[in-house]
């Protein structure tokens, strides 16, 4: 079956579109999203003399997307920009932005207002300042559900959707890390056997630790705009290779999530990418950067574990803000400061406005209830809520956590059954009595234990965890033999345990 693309969904239809149109485009990496602006909308525009605005919201991506248009010479028509251009200017000027010589403006990767509120408080005012332009937007993601959600549900806006299925097969397999000290354990392991990888990490000083404990084989990468970490440690002329080639040359790239929308990177030697982003909408952004190279080409999937006790933490705190930000919105800026004069919004969700006066941000307000209403569900999973949450987005498991495709794995369990495996096959025919050294090490070597921290020793428990951890052991008793003591008198021998290795299904 041939490949659909973008342009195949939209056919036509575009030349049809009319100011004040909102369009939202869903669909993965490598359909061709942007293909379909630089070429088709591109040659429309063109014979009708109108013009392109394209904002992109990385500096990496405005870089390489110049490069892309002038080597096509498409500049006469498109114009890059970014959207903090557009919120510098407003703080700037506090005046309305002018896009009256474009016809048509492009949100790519439009996730970001979303996204990026959490930590920048002027995606609202960028994204006003579009949705209120009059112009033809084409607002294009991977992850336009939540964005569309907002517009079409709190700005109450129709929007005219073309939308394509995201299949994730090419995920070869998921696994879950739950420490920093298993994430360096996995780096080594991956140097050693030589696999060209990528680590997301969320901070920039977490991703440079781990870069500089591997300096020989990894390459660091973070925002322009962290001065702590961007104008000492990243190699400029790497990225400038990387973006130019969309490739890196070290074994291992360690970058932020700087690169979460819009690079590409076009290497089928890229085999594992390892993401620590609690966003999930930024995570798998992040995984996008792999352009995929046809049916062969896959890759391992790695995602730092979250806990049910962080997720409850966040939760408060997003309550929390939640509470004042509705406090705000229902009795204005007086009563709020009257109520909330000592508290500190760290979330900077109720905010200074530049010219005075004080303003909800509506995009962090929105998103924090989508966070909210995420972690709940999270929380309806029950144990390991995160990664059975996770695996079910990337369709390893259906809502009811029955494997699709291949079951989900926990590193350091399966490190544990490596580990294991070697030192139960030294047990293997081996005959076990009770009260024996070695039949207390066999139980110790396991150490299952139930939710009381009790040890737990029966054949019964034991063989249900092989069982349950598909490992190819079960404890059987044999029969008793009859033997003849010094004394001639026939005995049995005492019961006995014995560790046999079985070929799994």
């Not at 920009?81 to 403006?105: P, R, V």
Request: charged share 35%.
């Amino acid at each position: 079956m041939a490949k659909k693309w973008v342009s195949d969904e939209i056919g036509e239809s575009y030349k049809e579109w009319k100011n004040g149109d909102i369009i939202t485009i869903t669909a993965g990496t490598g359909v061709g999203k942007s293909h379909f602006i630089k070429n088709g909308l591109y040659d429309w525009a063109k014979s009708q003399n109108k013009k392109i605005l394209f904002l992109i919201h990385r500096t990496n991506c405005v870089e390489q997307f110049k490069l892309e248009i002038k080597r096509d010479n498409k500049t006469d028509v498109i114009t890059i920009k970014t959207y903090q251009s557009i919120e510098h200017k407003y703080l700037k000027t506090i005046e309305d932005c002018n896009f009256d010589k474009y016809d048509y403006i492009v949100l790519d990767e439009f996730h970001y207002f979303m996204s990026d509120a959490q930590f920048n408080i002027n995606t609202d005012i960028s994204f006003d300042q579009l949705i209120n332009s009059g112009k033809i937007l084409i607002c294009m993601s991977a992850t336009a559900k939540n964005m569309t959600k907002y517009i079409q549900n709190y700005k109450k806006r129709e929007t005219i959707p073309y939308t394509m299925p995201i299949e994730f097969n090419f995920i070869r397999s998921l696994t879950f890390v739950n420490s920093d000290e298993s994430t360096e354990q996995l780096l080594e392991e991956l140097i050693k056997e030589n696999k060209k990888s990528i680590f997301f990490i969320n901070s920039a000083k977490k991703a440079y630790n781990l870069h500089k404990k591997f300096k020989e084989h990894t390459m660091f990468n973070c925002s322009k705009s962290n001065d702590d970490y961007y104008k000492k440690y990243v190699d400029k002329d790497k990225v400038k290779s990387m973006l130019e080639n969309e490739r890196f040359e070290d074994l291992i790239l360690i970058t932020t999530s700087t690169m979460d929308a819009g690079v590409n990177i076009k290497d089928l030697d890229l085999k594992t990418i390892y993401v620590d982003i609690p966003d999930t909408e930024v995570l798998k952004q992040c995984i996008g950067r792999k352009r995929i190279q046809g049916n062969g080409d896959s890759f391992d999937l790695y995602i730092r574990n979250i806990n049910g006790r962080s997720l409850e933490a966040k939760r408060r705190k997003l309550e929390k803000k939640r509470e004042m930000a509705e406090y705000f919105k229902e009795n204005g800026e007086r009563e709020y400061l009257k109520k909330y004069y000592k508290s500190y919004d760290s979330t900077i969700m109720v905010y200074d406005k530049t010219e005075g006066g004080k303003k909800l941000n509506e995009l962090m307000y929105f998103k924090s209830l989508l966070d909210m209403a995420e972690i709940d569900d999270i929380k309806m999973y029950g144990e390991y809520g995160y990664c059975k949450h996770m695996a079910f987005m990337f369709d390893f498991i259906d809502r009811t956590c029955n494997p699709i495709r291949f079951e989900y794995k926990i590193y350091e369990y399966e490190k544990k059954k490596l580990t294991l495996n070697e030192i139960l096959n030294s047990f293997v025919g081996e005959k076990l009595y009770r009260g024996d050294d070695r039949h207390q090490q066999l139980i110790d070597v396991i150490g299952l234990r139930d939710g009381r921290n009790r040890p737990q020793n029966s054949i019964g428990q034991i063989n249900e965890y092989f069982k349950e951890n598909k490992m190819p052991y079960i404890i059987t008793i044999p029969p008793r033999k009859s033997y003849r003591d010094e004394n001639n008198k026939t005995k049995k021998e005492p019961t006995h345990w014995m560790l046999c290795k079985i070929v799994m299904k």
